[in-house]
T-cell receptor, first 117, second 112 residues
């Protein structure tokens, strides 16, 4: 159990376009989902925390107008990279937690590799 | 936010040898976790150790935690070629559903 999927796994887009990445918890309800970004040969950096039915909380330095997060249901969160530019090319990974107020394991998705030309 | 830092950044050993990776962090934690990531892939959760635990085992993995030194180590015994991957420690920021802070990672190469 506790499987998290992401779609698409890879996406290539032109500069200036928007790209939507989906994160789904397949067999559990995720009260909280997290979005991370990983540049090549680097570590993961938390971008934002998303709670179902409320606005996402963004980490310092992450532009909320550029990275739109929607957590419309307990099994789906989406990250939309708006007006993508080459510097947005990265590996985006989501994770999902069943917890709300108490600690729980985060289950990670397989990641989405975004390449902006 | 806290930041975990692993050392060494890269480690190359022969198959069958033991591999030890270390992680340091800066602030108080509730839990520390270790993850593995194969090149270009998602994360695989290896083991979690709580702040009131000092040592934990899982198969060929042994994790220690020293909260007084704010450090943890991951030992992989009898390494295999399939263990080649990047290993990250991650700490949580406190109670509740907090995002994780990842260390920079150790890239482990097991030479056959």
């Amino acid at each position: 159990g506790a499987v998290v999927s992401q779609h698409p796994s890879r996406v290539i887009c032109k500069s200036g376009t928007s790209v939507k990445i989906e994160c789904r918890s397949l067999d559990f309800q995720a009260t909280t989902m997290f979005w991370y970004r990983q540049f090549p040969k680097k570590s993961l950096m938390l971008m934002a925390t998303s709670n179902e039915g409320s606005k996402a909380t963004y980490e310092q330095g992450v532009e909320k107008d550029k990275f739109l997060i929607n957590h419309a249901s307990l099994t789906l969160s989406t990250l939309t990279v708006t007006s993508a530019h080459p510097e947005d090319s990265s590996f985006y990974i989501c994770s999902a937690s069943r917890a709300s107020g108490t600690w729980d394991t985060q289950y990670f998705g397989p990641g989405t590799r975004l390449t902006v030309l | 936010s806290q930041q975990g830092e692993e050392d060494p950044q890269a480690l190359s050993i022969q198959e069958g040898e033991n591999a030890t990776m270390n992680c340091s962090y800066k602030t108080s934690i509730n839990n520390l976790q270790w993850y593995r990531q194969n090149s270009g892939r998602g994360l695989v959760h290896l083991i979690l150790i709580r702040s009131n635990e000092r040592e934990k085992h899982s198969g060929r993995l042994r994790v220690t935690l020293d909260t007084s030194k704010k450090s943890s180590s991951l030992l992989i015994t009898a390494s295999r070629a399939a263990d080649t991957a990047s290993y990250f420690c991650a700490t949580d920021g406190g109670g509740g559903a907090d995002g994780l802070t990842f260390g920079k990672g150790t890239h482990l190469i097991i030479q056959p």
